[in-house]
């Protein structure tokens, strides 16, 4: 079977909230994960992997997102991230200039 491709349908949002942000973990290679978002449109579950300080392998100080499908068929989408503070105003976007692939995971978080 084909993997759907969500990229060529309406955008969608998925709303991620991580607060107190400034008592994460910032040592890099510390992450959390968020809530499960379920995607009512397509069925799927999302979850973000953060890594507050980076990954073990970024440069100092840069954060890191992971967007995982949690569950659900797999599909292939184009992404936008955008962080926002606390009063909900936008201080960094990011899209992906390619569709990736997100294959359901099969081990749980």
Known sequence: ?????MASSKPFLLRFK???????PSNRGDFLYSDRVTDR???N???????PGGTKVSDKNIMSVFLHNVEGPDVNAKTTFIVRDAYGNAFH???SEDVDSYKALKECF
């Open 93 to 95: 976007r990011e899209t």
């Open 1 to 5: 079977s084909s993997t759907p491709t």
């Open 45 to 51: 579950v999302w979850q973000l992997q953060l890594y």
């Open 41 to 43: 449109r397509h069925g």
């Open 18 to 24: 991580f607060g107190g942000f400034a008592n994460l």
